[in-house]
């Protein structure tokens, strides 16, 4: 059986469709059969050659999640079977082949079970960003009802899958936003902030009444971390970041006694340390999923394999929702 890949062989080339013999299964893999792979802004840089913390040398197939359908799996796999619907972040960096393609050969510990009611595209989209938003807000914070927790960019990809978790734990979420999308966030349940008309101690003034957060989660980085240090409730507040790669000042942060933890989503995948727990929050999400308490926005647009070029070119220039590639059969 062979494979069909699309593959990028320069930064910001084209995207090159190959055909690749599968490899063979060893103990732990799973084939999966691709119906839908997830675009990320991450995806976009890595074409680029723009994200040094996300190895992935060029010629490569790119994309990091899908959702499918299992082939077959390896003599150690128990947890899965051929015929199963499953969703995951398995490829597109590390050296690993990408989800641009019609079968990807997975570390079956990076896999869970497709929501049930969700569609292939919808499950596609989910894996970065919602073990991302998981790994800050449960792993890192601990997030609990009666809390109040603040995400930046809350109808961006991360955001608005953050909102959504934060809200499912019993929190009282607000969430920064432009002017254009505030029914987005108002929509999923948070109270939106338009930080183009607030300074950072306005609003924590008119919503916290100057105590501050207990959570904040940066999934902007620059200026937005900085903010995020001046809100934190003092001594217990606990600021996250997806993108903490700067050079910032900690003494705003350190003045309040808060705390800062970082989320580096995939050094799993870079390290092969860890990767189970990436399945199983990808488990637990699907239940929540299921359960009515978490849903992905995707974009209105739909792409096919031979539109990857346009998907990509979507991502870069924004889009509200994401970006969902589904391959034919």
Do not use: C
């Amino acid at each position: 059986m062979k494979n069909t890949v699309w593959l990028v062989a320069e930064a910001g080339g084209a995207f090159i469709e190959e055909e690749r013999a599968l490899p063979s299964l060893e103990g732990r893999q799973v084939l999966v059969r691709i119906a839908a792979s997830g675009i990320n802004p991450l995806d976009t840089k890595i074409r680029g050659v723009k994200a040094a913390h996300a190895q992935q040398s060029l010629p490569a197939v790119l994309g990091l999640d899908m959702a499918g359908t299992v082939e077959d799996v390896g003599a150690e796999v128990t947890e899965f079977k051929a015929g199963d619907e499953v969703y995951g972040m398995v490829g597109g960096v590390g050296g690993l082949q990408g989800t641009l393609a019609k079968f990807i050969v997975a570390d079956s510990d990076l896999l869970a079970l497709k929501p049930a009611t969700l569609s292939m595209r919808q499950a596609a989209a989910m894996p970065l960003v919602t073990i991302t938003a998981w790994e800050g807000l449960v792993d890192r914070a601990n997030v609990q009802a009666g809390q109040t927790v603040l995400i930046h960019a809350g109808a961006g990809g991360i955001g608005h899958i953050a909102i959504q978790i934060a809200r499912a734990r019993g929190a009282e979420v607000f969430a920064t936003v432009s002017a254009n999308k505030v029914a987005i966030v108002r929509n999923l349940g948070a109270t939106p902030i338009n930080y183009q008309l607030a300074t950072p101690a306005e609003y924590m003034e008119k919503y916290t009444r100057g105590a501050g957060f207990d959570i904040i989660y940066d999934t902007v980085g620059g200026a937005t971390l900085d903010a995020s240090f001046q809100v934190a409730k003092r001594y217990t507040g606990h600021v996250l970041s997806a993108l903490g790669w700067g050079s910032h000042s900690l003494a705003p942060l350190s003045f309040r006694g808060a705390t800062y933890s970082g989320v580096f989503t995939l050094f799993p995948m870079l390290s092969g340390e860890g990767r189970p727990h990436h399945g199983e929050i990808l488990k637990d999400a699907a239940a929540l999923v299921d359960a009515g308490h978490l849903t992905p926005l995707l974009n209105e647009r739909h792409f096919s394999s031979a539109q990857i070029h346009e998907a990509f070119a979507a991502v870069e220039a924004g889009t509200t929702g994401k970006v969902v590639v589904e391959i034919e059969a």
